[in-house]
């Protein structure tokens, strides 16, 4: 894991959020387990564009946080591992379906910004 050279300035909120859900990948991740995916193998097909590489990082990161929990079953011919949110990782799903909420009233200006942006730099 990621070793901090810089020190995490705990009196402040979006730091220390930032520090535990700061990604690409972490909300989507969430949000996929609160709504019932629970093995990797379903959350890389549930997450567009997120390598095993990736996903396998940041599943131990959240697990590492105290957002997720893993249950393994020792099943004979493999290994079956499940994720779950725990009461943290619970705790931070209104914020998730608030910023996935924003995001989709948000995307046609995104959409809006980029095409313009397209548009000046081939002019």
Excluded at 21 to 49: H, M, Q, T, Y
Excluded at 85 to 113: C, H, N, R, Y
């Amino acid at each position: 894991m990621y070793q901090r050279k810089i020190p995490i300035d705990y009196n402040c909120g979006l730091n220390v959020a930032m520090e535990v859900v700061g990604s690409k990948w972490k909300f989507c991740l969430l949000d996929e387990i609160s709504k019932g995916i629970k093995r990797p193998k379903d959350l890389i097909n549930a997450v567009n564009g997120i390598t095993k590489r990736v996903l396998q990082n940041q599943l131990k990161e959240l697990e590492f946080h105290g957002l997720l929990g893993k249950t393994i079953y020792n099943e004979i011919p493999l290994l079956r591992v499940e994720y779950f949110l725990t009461e943290s990782g619970e705790s931070l799903m209104p914020l998730i379906v608030a910023i996935d909420k924003w995001g989709l009233a948000f995307a046609p200006q995104l959409k809006a910004i980029l095409e313009n942006q397209i548009l000046e730099t081939e002019a």
